[in-house]
C-alpha cells in the first residue's frame, strides 16, 4: 500500500517511532502484539503519518511501543493479531451522543426540529424505564465498536443504566446525566451525584460530567449554580447550546444575548466545557470562546444538521483559527439514524469544503486529526487516547483496506476518510482488550437485545397519554 504524503501545509509528516524498543520487560511476554500493519501516528508536531509493516506492543492496557514487525518477531506475547494489509488507527470517538436513543431510530422522521421534538421525541421519552435505556446503550455499544469507536460522550437519563453497560461491554465512555430546570433543583443534584459516583469506574475507563440540558430549557441561575459545583468538584460541563441559527436569533430577540453569552455570563465558560452542535455560532460569540478560562471544545454532527435542513453548520475553520478543538460526533440515532462516527469524519471533511467554498480545506489528514487527537481533547482525554504512542491506553482499531472499494490506495488518508467506511473496522480494542475480532462482536449479544427491544416497543412508542418531557422553544 502506497502513501503519497502531502506538505506540512496538510498536517502531514510520518511518525517517529522509537524501533530499538520493542517493548519487553524482563523477558514477561506482553498482553498483546499487533504485527504487520501500516500504523497512523502522529509526529512532535501533531502531524499525521504512517508507518509501514509497523507492530504495536501493549502491556497492561497501555502502548509500550510502536516499532517495526521484525523486532517483535521472537517478542512473546499472550495474544497476538496479524494485521498484515490493514492500519491501526486510535479509537474513534463520539464525542456527542444520546446513545439510548437507538431505540428511537426512524420514528420521527422528515420533520422540522420542533415537531420532532414537541409532538414525537419528548413525548416518546417520557415513556422510557430504566431497563428501555439498558438495552438502548447495549444496542448503540454494539453498534459503536463494530464502527470502531472506542469512546463516547454521552448525554442522557437513566445513566446508571449507560455506566453498568459501558462496565460491562468494555467501552470508555465520558458520562453525563441530563437534567432541565423544570425537574427543580433535584434535577442538578442528581445530575452531579452521578457524576461523583461514576467517576472513575468501569477501571477508570469512565470519566464524567455535569449535564445541563441547554440554554433554552436551563435557567441562568441553574447555569451559575452548575459552574460554581464543576469549580468546587473538579468536574467538566456538557450541554447544547446555539445548536441553531434559530437558537441564536431567537436568544438575541428575546433576551438580548447569544447562547454562548448566556454561557459566559453564567460562569459555565470558565469551566471546561464542551458544547454540542454550535451550529448557530455567530462572530460575535467567537471573542468569548477564544478567552474562555476553562478548556472550551466543541461537537460536530454533521449528518444530522443536512437532515434538519438547518441552514448552517459548525463552523470549524474559525474555530481552527482559535485553538478550540473540534470532536467529531453523531448526535442520537433517534435524529441521526447512525452512530457511525466514520460518516461523521468524512461528512464533516465535504461539509467543511462546501461552506467555506474552499477544496484544500478540510484535508483528508486534518479530517484524521480531528478524529484522533481533536476528538480525544473534546472530552478531556487528550492525555489518554487519540493516538497511538507510548504510555497512551491501548484503544486501537483495525481497518481493513484490501476491498475494492478503497484500492488501489494512492494517498492513504484519502482512502481512509473517502473511500473507507465503518464495515471495514475488523478488530477494535479498548485499553488492550479486544472487543471485536474478525467483525465479531464479543461483549454483546444483539440478538437478546434486539428481541426484548421488539417486545417492549409498543408500550415506548405509545403517544396518548399526550405527556412531553419538555418543551421545546427558543
Given at each position: 500500500?502506497?502513501?503519497?504524503?502531502?506538505?506540512?501545509?496538510?498536517?502531514?509528516?510520518?511518525?517517529?517511532?522509537d524501533p530499538s524498543a520493542a517493548g519487553s520487560t524482563a523477558g514477561s511476554p506482553a498482553d498483546l502484539i499487533i504485527t504487520g500493519c501500516t500504523v497512523l501516528v502522529h509526529d512532535d508536531q501533531e502531524r499525521i503519518g504512517f508507518e509501514e509493516d509497523a507492530a504495536i506492543?501493549?502491556?497492561?492496557?497501555?502502548?509500550?511501543?510502536?516499532?517495526?514487525?521484525?523486532?517483535?518477531?521472537?517478542?512473546?506475547?499472550?495474544?497476538?493479531?496479524?494485521?498484515?494489509?490493514?492500519?491501526?488507527?486510535?479509537?474513534?470517538?463520539?464525542?456527542?451522543?444520546?446513545?439510548?436513543?437507538?431505540?428511537?431510530?426512524?420514528?420521527?422522521?422528515?420533520?422540522?426540529?420542533?415537531?420532532?421534538?414537541?409532538?414525537?421525541?419528548?413525548?416518546?421519552?417520557?415513556?422510557?424505564?430504566?431497563?428501555?435505556?439498558?438495552?438502548?446503550?447495549?444496542?448503540?455499544?454494539?453498534?459503536?465498536?463494530?464502527?470502531?469507536?472506542?469512546?463516547?460522550?454521552?448525554?442522557?437519563?437513566?445513566?446508571?443504566?449507560?455506566?453498568?453497560?459501558?462496565?460491562?461491554?468494555?467501552?470508555?465512555?465520558?458520562?453525563?446525566?441530563?437534567?432541565?430546570?423544570?425537574?427543580?433543583?433535584?434535577?442538578?443534584?442528581?445530575?452531579?451525584?452521578?457524576?461523583?459516583?461514576?467517576?472513575?469506574?468501569?477501571?477508570?475507563?469512565?470519566?464524567?460530567?455535569?449535564?445541563?440540558?441547554?440554554?433554552?430549557?436551563?435557567?441562568?441561575?441553574?447555569?451559575?449554580?452548575?459552574?460554581?459545583?464543576?469549580?468546587?468538584?473538579?468536574?467538566?460541563?456538557?450541554?447544547?447550546?446555539?445548536?441553531?441559527?434559530?437558537?441564536?436569533?431567537?436568544?438575541?430577540?428575546?433576551?438580548?444575548?447569544?447562547?454562548?453569552?448566556?454561557?459566559?455570563?453564567?460562569?459555565?465558560?470558565?469551566?471546561?466545557?464542551?458544547?454540542?452542535?454550535?451550529?448557530?455560532?455567530?462572530?460575535?460569540?467567537?471573542?468569548?470562546?477564544?478567552?474562555?478560562?476553562?478548556?472550551?471544545?466543541?461537537?460536530?454532527?454533521?449528518?444530522?444538521?443536512?437532515?434538519?435542513?438547518?441552514?448552517?453548520?459548525?463552523?470549524?475553520?474559525?474555530?481552527?483559527?482559535?485553538?478550540?478543538?473540534?470532536?467529531?460526533?453523531?448526535?442520537?440515532?433517534?435524529?441521526?439514524?447512525?452512530?457511525?462516527?466514520?460518516?461523521?469524519?468524512?461528512?464533516?471533511?465535504?461539509?467543511?469544503?462546501?461552506?467555506?467554498?474552499?477544496?484544500?480545506?478540510?484535508?483528508?489528514?486534518?479530517?484524521?486529526?480531528?478524529?484522533?487527537?481533536?476528538?480525544?481533547?473534546?472530552?478531556?482525554?487528550?492525555?489518554?487516547?487519540?493516538?497511538?504512542?507510548?504510555?497512551?491506553?491501548?484503544?486501537?482499531?483495525?481497518?481493513?483496506?484490501?476491498?475494492?472499494?478503497?484500492?488501489?490506495?494512492?494517498?492513504?488518508?484519502?482512502?481512509?476518510?473517502?473511500?473507507?467506511?465503518?464495515?471495514?473496522?475488523?478488530?477494535?480494542?479498548?485499553?488492550?482488550?479486544?472487543?471485536?475480532?474478525?467483525?465479531?462482536?464479543?461483549?454483546?449479544?444483539?440478538?437478546?437485545?434486539?428481541?426484548?427491544?421488539?417486545?417492549?416497543?409498543?408500550?415506548?412508542?405509545?403517544?396518548?397519554?399526550?405527556?412531553?418531557?419538555?418543551?421545546?422553544?427558543?
Open positions: 500500500m502506497t502513501d503519497s504524503r502531502a506538505g506540512s501545509s496538510d498536517g502531514s509528516a510520518a511518525g517517529s517511532p506492543v501493549v502491556r497492561d492496557g497501555a502502548v509500550v511501543s510502536v516499532t517495526s514487525a521484525d523486532a517483535v518477531r521472537e517478542l512473546p506475547a499472550t495474544e497476538r493479531i496479524d494485521a498484515r494489509g490493514q492500519v491501526a488507527m486510535p479509537g474513534l470517538v463520539n464525542c456527542h451522543t444520546h446513545a439510548p436513543m437507538v431505540t428511537l431510530r426512524g420514528v420521527a422522521e422528515d420533520l422540522p426540529t420542533e415537531e420532532w421534538f414537541n409532538d414525537v421525541v419528548w413525548p416518546v421519552e417520557s415513556n422510557l424505564t430504566e431497563r428501555d435505556v439498558e438495552l438502548g446503550a447495549r444496542l448503540a455499544c454494539a453498534e459503536m465498536i463494530r464502527g470502531g469507536v472506542t469512546c463516547f460522550a454521552d448525554h442522557y437519563f437513566s445513566m446508571d443504566a449507560v455506566a453498568a453497560v459501558v462496565d460491562a461491554c468494555g467501552m470508555r465512555a465520558h458520562l453525563g446525566e441530563a437534567y432541565f430546570s423544570s425537574q427543580g433543583p433535584q434535577g442538578r443534584e442528581r445530575s452531579l451525584e452521578f457524576a461523583l459516583r461514576h467517576r472513575g469506574g468501569a477501571g477508570g475507563r469512565i470519566t464524567t460530567t455535569l449535564a445541563p440540558h441547554a440554554p433554552y430549557t436551563v435557567d441562568d441561575a441553574d447555569l451559575a449554580a452548575t459552574a460554581s459545583l464543576a469549580h468546587a468538584h473538579g468536574l467538566p460541563v456538557h450541554l447544547h447550546a446555539s445548536e441553531n441559527r434559530d437558537q441564536a436569533e431567537a436568544s438575541l430577540a428575546r433576551h438580548g444575548v447569544t447562547p454562548v453569552e448566556v454561557l459566559h455570563r453564567t460562569g459555565i465558560l470558565d469551566t471546561d466545557v464542551l458544547i454540542a452542535h454550535g451550529t448557530g455560532i455567530l462572530d460575535r460569540d467567537l471573542p468569548l470562546l477564544s478567552r474562555a478560562a476553562g478548556r472550551t471544545a466543541v461537537a460536530t454532527a454533521p449528518r444530522g444538521y443536512l437532515k434538519f435542513a438547518w441552514p448552517t453548520t459548525t463552523p470549524v475553520r474559525a474555530l481552527h483559527d482559535l485553538g478550540i478543538p473540534v470532536g467529531l460526533a453523531t448526535d442520537g440515532a433517534a435524529s441521526n439514524n447512525s452512530l457511525d462516527v466514520w460518516e461523521s469524519m468524512a461528512l464533516t471533511a465535504l461539509v467543511q469544503k462546501s461552506t467555506t467554498g474552499d477544496p484544500r480545506w478540510l484535508t483528508a489528514r486534518q479530517a484524521l486529526h480531528h478524529a484522533s487527537l481533536q476528538s480525544a481533547r473534546a472530552v478531556g482525554l487528550g492525555d489518554v487516547v487519540g493516538r497511538i504512542a507510548p504510555g497512551r491506553r491501548a484503544d486501537i482499531v483495525l481497518v481493513d483496506l484490501t476491498g475494492p472499494h478503497t484500492q488501489p490506495v494512492h494517498d492513504l488518508a484519502a482512502a481512509l476518510v473517502h473511500s473507507a467506511r465503518s464495515s471495514d473496522v475488523r478488530t477494535t480494542i479498548v485499553d488492550g482488550r479486544v472487543l471485536m475480532r474478525d467483525r465479531a462482536l464479543l461483549t454483546v449479544d444483539v440478538a437478546a437485545v434486539v428481541g426484548e427491544l421488539a417486545e417492549r416497543m409498543p408500550a415506548l412508542l405509545d403517544r396518548s397519554h399526550g405527556r412531553r418531557i419538555q418543551e421545546y422553544d427558543t
